[in-house]
């Protein structure tokens, strides 16, 4: 195992789940005006909704699929009577599913942020870059299917299974699961880790308003006092 495979793979991922974290929170003190999506329904609706559902349906369900399927251990996954080799199909046919529709709905968001003329002069660098980053993670992301069907035994997910829940629990040995793993897969997340890296300088950081939007419904009961009993007093 080469010195830049564990720094890519056993280093990195901390560092951008730090620059995640940290350049979130700063940002949201010292900068909260840009936090939000900045939308540009106002300047045009035309293929907004069906890209914007799209895509979102897609990255979530990707995001959750990937959270749950790679830190969920094995042992527990064949305790419920699943195999490894179900497990590999459910993931390449529910990834398959939702990254084709993340895919189909962010080239309509691409397409109409480039040839609408009012959304492209609003548009900065950034939105481009983040725009085009998911594009080709997605790209990457599709493509690993065929290997992963070459791979039917399961074995290939259980080793970046062990890789996942490695780093998470901070073992140093993470990175050894996937030294032999294809060059596809690295390259897919290497672009997914770099992504949590860009997210907190883009509009990507609405989604956190969006788990505390699922915050709001359990909130507890706001006490109002009406004025005119406290002039009563």
Known sequence: MSLSHQFVFGIYPYI???????????????????????????????????????????????FFGHFFGMLTPADLIH??????????????????TLGSLALIGLIVLIHRRLTNERIRATSRGRDFLVLFWILATLLLGLSTIPLSLH?????????LMAW??????????????????????KVHMFMGMSLFAIFPFTRLVHVWSGFAAAGYVARPWQVVRSRRIGLNK
């Open 16 to 62: 951008c789940g730090a620059i995640f974290l940290l350049g979130s929170l700063i940002r949201f003190d010292r900068d909260q005006y840009t936090w939000r999506s900045e939308s540009s329904q106002m300047l045009s609706t035309g293929s907004l909704r069906v890209g914007s559902n799209l895509f979102h349906l897609g990255i979530i369900g990707l």
């Open 79 to 96: 305790a419920l009577g699943v195999s490894s080799s179900q497990k590999q199909l459910l993931a390449v046919v529910a990834g398959g």
């Open 151 to 159: 791979h039917s035994d399961g074995g290939e997910m259980l080793k």
């Open 164 to 185: 996942a829940q490695h780093l998470v629990t901070f073992q140093g040995d993470a990175a050894g699961f996937i030294a032999e793993a294809s060059p596809v897969f």
